[in-house]
């Protein structure tokens, strides 16, 4: 049985399966909506249940009106309408599942390896700058990680994985794979990309590992040759976990990017930007209306950006985020 979701205030319908969620249902029929996490800790895809029940694996029972529904969580159990914080036509997704071999694995931080993926011989992953993937694990279960290569390096993907004390994949497997070992993943994921079309200057935010997709991102537009102004705040606690800061120098040295890098427990040697990054976005700016930002990394940073930069003047609808949540 199918169920039919409309979005208020537009003539945008399309089906959803008993079952399915919302979020999903949208992709198929070719629509994004803004998501990260897929797991309901994130809140990139909140959004308002206006007419119809259904229920949400994190929010329980949900009739309307409600307020701040999850719609990757939300499954309909009647014919529903929706009010998204954004959603736009896309075309529908199409997801590749991939065998790959590992190429090289490095460590230029004590807690982060940098995983080189190489694709079957003749094959090309398409994505964009931005986006996920999604490792499979012998027991079925997955792991999300960016793509820190541009779209055009299509015969291979690039990960940076930071090392979580008994996470599954970056100490169980990570730390025992050799050139040759096999993983099998799946592409694309998320909406985590440059917005098309537009020429606003761009303030990308990035903690931690939230570098790899905003370097894929930098990386694209390098390529491209976009015009629009691209400012980089990279937040950490010290100097080491800026582990790819010579690269985004070099970035910095070319005029392409402002790089500003952030620490919030800098040592005396440190000269830089101290504090927390966010805080340093609003110090060099004041008002941020007219600007969009992409913040990327810890889920406490990226919440803390949007309700600080909206209260600075920046439009909600300006405002995208891809929170890393940790899973064992």
Same mark, same amino acid.
């Given at each position: 049985?199918?169920?039919?979701?409309?979005?208020?205030?537009?003539?945008?319908?399309?089906?959803?399966?008993?079952?399915?969620?919302?979020?999903?249902?949208?992709?198929?029929?070719?629509?994004?909506?803004?998501?990260?996490?897929?797991?309901?800790?994130?809140?990139?895809?909140?959004?308002?249940?206006?007419?119809?029940?259904?229920?949400?694996?994190?929010?329980?029972?949900?009739?309307?009106?409600?307020?701040?529904?999850?719609?990757?969580?939300?499954? #309909?159990?009647?014919?529903?309408?929706?009010?998204?914080?954004?959603?736009?036509?896309?075309?529908?997704?199409?997801?590749?599942?991939?065998?790959?071999?590992?190429?090289?694995?490095?460590? #230029?931080?004590?807690?982060?390896?940098?995983?080189?993926?190489?694709?079957?011989?003749?094959?090309?992953?398409?994505?964009?700058?931005?986006?996920?993937?999604?490792?499979?694990?012998?027991?079925?279960?997955?792991?999300?990680?960016?793509?820190?290569?541009?779209?055009?390096?299509?015969?291979?993907?690039?990960?940076?994985?930071?090392?979580?004390?008994?996470?599954?994949?970056?100490?169980?497997?990570?730390?025992?794979?050799?050139?040759?070992?096999?993983?099998?993943?799946?592409? #694309? /994921?998320?909406? /985590?990309?440059?917005?098309?079309?537009?020429?606003?200057?761009?303030?990308?935010?990035?903690?931690?590992?939230?570098?790899?997709?905003?370097?894929?991102?930098?990386?694209?537009?390098?390529?491209?040759?976009?015009?629009? #102004?691209?400012?980089?705040? $990279?937040?950490?606690?010290?100097?080491?976990?800026?582990?790819?800061?010579?690269?985004?120098?070099? $970035?910095?040295?070319?005029?392409?990017?402002?790089?500003?890098?952030?620490?919030?427990?800098?040592?005396?040697?440190?000269?830089?930007?101290?504090?927390?990054?966010?805080?340093?976005?609003?110090?060099?700016?004041?008002?941020?209306?007219?600007?969009?930002?992409?913040?990327?990394?810890?889920?406490?940073?990226?919440?803390?950006?949007?309700?600080?930069?909206?209260?600075?003047?920046?439009?909600?609808?300006?405002? /995208?985020?891809?929170? /890393?949540?940790?899973?064992?």
């Amino acid at each position: 049985m199918d169920f039919r979701i409309s979005v208020a205030d537009s003539d945008i319908t399309f089906p959803c399966a008993a079952g399915e969620t919302v979020l999903d249902a949208a992709e198929r029929a070719g629509y994004a909506v803004p998501y990260s996490c897929r797991k309901g800790v994130c809140a990139s895809c909140e959004g308002h249940l206006v007419a119809g029940e259904g229920r949400s694996s994190v929010q329980g029972a949900l009739s309307s009106p409600s307020e701040r529904v999850l719609l990757c969580c939300l499954r #309909p159990g009647t014919d529903v309408t929706i009010a998204p914080r954004r959603i736009e036509r896309r075309d529908p997704v199409a997801r590749k599942t991939l065998e790959t071999s590992v190429y090289r694995i490095t460590q #230029p931080a004590a807690d982060v390896r940098i995983l080189q993926l190489r694709l079957p011989a003749g094959v090309r992953a398409k994505f964009g700058a931005g986006q996920y993937l999604q490792i499979e694990l012998e027991d079925g279960t997955r792991r999300n990680y960016s793509m820190a290569n541009a779209p055009h390096e299509n015969d291979s993907v690039q990960l940076h994985v930071r090392h979580v004390p008994g996470g599954r994949f970056s100490e169980g497997v990570l730390s025992h794979l050799v050139k040759g070992d096999k993983l099998r993943i799946e592409l #694309p /994921f998320g909406q /985590f990309m440059l917005r098309g079309g537009s020429q606003s200057p761009a303030i990308l935010l990035a903690t931690g590992t939230g570098f790899a997709p905003v370097k894929s991102i930098i990386e694209d537009a390098i390529r491209r040759k976009l015009e629009r #102004p691209l400012h980089l705040y $990279w937040g950490a606690r010290c100097a080491e976990d800026l582990y790819l800061a010579a690269l985004a120098q070099k $970035w910095h040295d070319s005029g392409r990017v402002k790089f500003v890098p952030v620490l919030s427990e800098a040592d005396d040697a440190w000269a830089g930007r101290r504090g927390f990054v966010h805080e340093a976005v609003l110090e060099d700016f004041g008002s941020l209306a007219g600007y969009e930002v992409y913040a990327c990394g810890n889920p406490i940073m990226t919440s803390s950006a949007q309700d600080t930069f909206v209260k600075a003047g920046l439009a909600e609808d300006d405002f /995208f985020s891809d929170a /890393f949540v940790h899973t064992d």
